[in-house]
């Protein structure tokens, strides 16, 4: 019970129904799978500017690519610029953008209970902190996340294919 009241946040807000268990299981799932597209992006963006293995490949991606600073939006932008500049359709980066949205959604969203004193377990609430007003419906974007991972992962490998035979060598 002492955990379960560090993670909950209260404020005044609208809020959308959720199972507590549920929404624990979908969070992990969706920052997992999308660490791994992350990496993905920034693999794709090491592999096109750097052809053989090279202490500045491994400090490029360790050091750069997931320096604090910079962000998933950030990977996602520097794939954009590749894409544009080998004339490279870069629609996915707008698929990589809203499954970005939708992680942050569920990475920094908070939990709070309708009766928090007297019921921790039966009903719980989700929330965004920058819009109180609009109840955010986590299944919904749960399942448009789910829907567009397979998707982007597709796209992903052709892309692979296509600026592994266009990279710089350096």
């Known amino acids: 019970m002492f955990l379960k009241k560090q993670i909950i946040s209260i404020s005044m807000a609208k809020f959308v129904d959720l199972s507590y268990e549920r929404i624990l299981?979908?969070?992990s799932e969706i920052l997992l799978q999308f660490n791994f597209i992350e990496m993905l992006v920034a693999t794709l963006i090491t592999n096109f500017y750097f052809k053989k293995i090279s202490k500045e490949r491994a400090y490029f991606?360790?050091?750069?690519l997931y320096d604090p600073s910079i962000t998933a939006y950030v990977k996602i932008r520097f794939l954009k610029n590749?894409?544009?500049q080998k004339k490279i359709d870069h629609k996915v980066c707008d698929k990589l953008a809203e499954l970005n949205r939708i992680r942050n959604l569920f990475a920094h969203v908070s939990y709070v209970h309708?009766?928090?004193d007297k019921n921790l377990d039966k009903k719980w609430y989700a929330r965004k902190y920058s819009n109180f007003e609009k109840p955010i419906?986590?299944?919904e974007q749960y399942k448009i996340f789910i829907k567009l991972?397979?998707?982007v992962h597709d796209i992903l490998d052709d892309l692979e294919k296509k600026l592994l035979s266009s990279r710089k060598k350096i």
């Open 82 to 84: 590749i894409l544009k």
């Open 149 to 151: 991972v397979p998707e």
């Open 25 to 27: 299981k979908e969070q």
């Open 114 to 116: 309708e009766d928090f």
């Open 61 to 64: 991606f360790s050091d750069i």
């Open 137 to 139: 419906d986590l299944n």
